[in-house]
């Protein structure tokens, strides 16, 4: 994002927004806090389930997204994040929203992925099992958890980290996961500040 | 509502009133019922309420997730994002373009503003608060800016007034710093605001209550209830939150006296020497760009702080050579704002089989407690709260160590509860606060833009060690964990309370406007924006302004009734 001159001397938090300082201060009851390093790629799209034609992706890099996102949300009693059009997302997310050093940057960071976890498993990691994917992204996982020493001077780890925040974000603002595994109510009606939470059930999708 | 066309024969009206926002709505309701004919001239494009809502009833997935605008727009909104939360995809259409709406600032200052019917009535956080006794005498008292030129006596039959009318929730609680509102049943607090609201009582003597805010908790007047969507600043589809386009613009229509003139921007007013008075508004056609001039008895200023301003700097005459009614050199000074982001926040242990229904659309209020009952500090006047509370949702799986389906089972699950605070401070009126025309760089119009020289002082810095610490303290007496006090930095403006730049005072030297908002050299132009405010208290101002509206135009009336102004 552009700033004006004088911005230049300021720093992010100067710029801290009132619904931030508001969701800070826990008025958000969806709310999170975004991790710094991932400010870059804090954008916008709507996800679409169906049918997805990549934009920024080439096939094997779109067969790699599809499969990473659906290792952290398979298909289970509830959609996979395919299913609820999480690729799109991701898709949208990178061509909409971001600006071209954000892309770049992630798009080196996939490919690097690609050849690194090929180089690892032996096979493409979209034509892995599904436990070993399981497995080798949770591996990564503890590595940017600080959990762990996994392919810890690359840039996989911070890459891991992207796609997980985009995948949770999208599956979560998605119908499938909203309405599915969390509760949403478009209209709710009167406000109840303190009510048992199993008259509730699941987590506020908003 | 007709929109009139050009005719010589339609340009003269019994009143105008220049904006359409949360003052001018009001100017226009009163002014009608009085009788009046009246034009409402708004700079911007219409918007008919729920009609002209278009994402009003969006869910999450029909819009891009954190609702942010593409990439590529994003340099048309360099200074309205400032925010963080004002320019979305759900809310763009509510917010000028800095490309179009060009401002310069000799330091930082947040103009966050919209341009259309019904202006920030649309997008405006809703809190009302009446200024009480304390704040009306505070400048007289401390020395600080000029003294009102009215009381709380003055003004609280037309808070009751606007109240009625507007419907306001919340709960009375007695207080002399927070004189209570006509209020609607309030919307109940959360097991944690429970808590800490007796914490607070118990150990400081202090108060916690529930939000006092423009939404309806019954239906009233023929608007309905609040849902809780929590999605008001897409404008409403049941009318629940008092906007201009919801409830004064239609009842000024009702009256058959109403004409309102979208895309009409106000180049100036024009003096007349010979009736000491003005005589004609010069309005620019924002498509055609073609100047009309329209006439009437009496004008009111309802353009915004800034754009109130603005118009009268720019209405220069052999007798007001720097601006109308500006004999004084007040006109543009003391900006004002409330400065916030200073405050505290924790987490709340013991509540976890407890949740909320529904999306409140704002939070609890701590009213002011500091130099109130001959306390002093080492700074003058105080601060009020904005407070919430909530349990961490889905965003809490992004860091989860899980994935899968136990992934989807941690998200399932609400997180801990968190609650926090965060201060509304006083800001000083100080003179060299200023906004002034810059004729060098005009705007696509050709009119001069605005330039800002504004920055926050001693007095507010001081206060705002106490908004954080004092936060903190409170929320450690409810035995909240983890609690963190903060003061970020803030850039006046940022509040969208800007204010005080013609301002009310007994003395023409020393101000603009007399006790009743007319310009004390031109008794036929009334202001009663925010400009109008002599100090800022740390009251969310709309409601005052709501006020001050409404007693101005009936004086306005009485006045002209006896044959007076015409």
Known sequence: MRKQEFNQSLSEKQLISRKEAIRRAGLMMGGFVFAPALTGVLNGCTPQAGEWTPVAFDKDQATTIKAVVDTIFPETDTPSASQAGIPGFIDELLTRNSSEDDQTAFMNELNEFMEQSELDLGVPFADAESTVQAEYLMEIHKTASGQGETLKNTSIPDYFMKMKWMTVVGYFTSEAGATQVLRYAAIPGPYQGCIQFEDVGRTWAT | MNINGQAKQDMTYDAIVVGSGISGGWSAKELTERGLKTLVLERGRNVEHVKDYPTMNLDPWELPPNDDIPFEERKHYDKQMRTGYTVKESTKHWWVKDTDQPYEEKKRFDWMRGYHVGGRSIMWGRFSLRLSQMDFEANL??????????????????????????????????????????????????????????????????????????????????????????????????????????????????????????????????????????????????????????????????????????????????????????????????????????????????????????????????????????????????????????????????????????????????????????????????????????????????????????????????????????????????????????????????????????????????????????????????????SCMTSSGCQNPSLTYMALSARAANYAADQLEKGKLS
Not at chain 2, 238 to 249: D, E, K, V, W
């Open chain 2, 141 to 530: 008292k401390d020395g600080h800016g000029v003294d009102w030129p009215i009381r709380y006596d003055d003004i609280a039959p037309w808070y009751s007034y606007v109240e009625k009318f507007a419907g306001i929730s919340g709960q009375a609680e007695g207080l002399p710093q927070l004189p209570d509102s006509e209020f609607l049943p309030p919307m109940e607090l959360s097991c944690v605001e429970k808590e800490l609201k007796k914490a607070i009582k118990e150990k400081f003597g202090r108060v916690l209550t529930n939000p006092r805010m423009a939404n309806l908790t019954v239906p009233h007047n023929g608007r309905g209830q609040c849902m809780t969507r929590n999605l008001c600043s897409r404008g409403c589809p049941y009318g629940a939150y008092f906007s201009s386009n919801a409830a004064t613009l239609p009842a000024a229509a009702a009256t058959g006296n109403l004409t309102l003139r979208p895309h009409s921007i106000v180049h100036s007013l024009e003096y007349d020497d010979s009736t000491g008075k003005v005589s004609g508004v010069n309005v620019i056609d924002e498509l055609s760009g073609e100047m009309l001039k329209y006439h009437s008895k009496i004008v009111f200023l309802n353009a915004s702080t800034v754009g109130s301003t603005m118009i009268l700097l720019n209405s220069t005459s052999d007798r007001f050579p720097t601006g109308l009614g500006n004999d004084s050199d007040q006109v543009g000074r003391n900006v004002m704002d409330h400065h916030f982001l200073a405050g505290a926040d924790g987490v709340v242990e013991g509540f976890e089989d407890k949740y909320t229904w529904g999306r409140r659309p704002q939070g609890y209020y701590i009213p002011r407690f500091r130099n109130v009952d001959n306390e002093t500090r080492d700074y003058v006047r105080g601060f009020g709260y904005q407070g919430g509370s909530g349990r961490d949702g889905w965003g809490r799986a992004i860091a989860e160590l899980a994935l899968g389906q136990d992934l989807k089972d941690f998200a399932a699950k609400p997180g801990p509860w968190t609650i926090g605070m965060l201060g509304f401070g006083e800001f000083l009126p100080y003179e060299d606060n200023q906004v002034t025309l810059n004729h060098e760089k005009l705007d696509k119009w050709g009119l001069p833009t605005a330039v800002f020289d504004v920055s926050i002082r001693d007095n507010e810095y001081k206060m705002r060690k106490d908004m954080a610490n004092d936060a903190a303290e409170m929320l450690e007496a409810m035995g909240a964990k983890n609690v963190t006090p903060y003061d970020r930095p803030y850039g006046p403006g940022q509040g969208i309370h800007e204010m005080g730049t013609a301002r009310m005072g007994r003395d023409p030297k020393t101000s603009v406007l007399n006790k009743w908002n007319q310009i004390h050299e031109v008794p036929n132009v009334f202001i009663t924006d925010g």
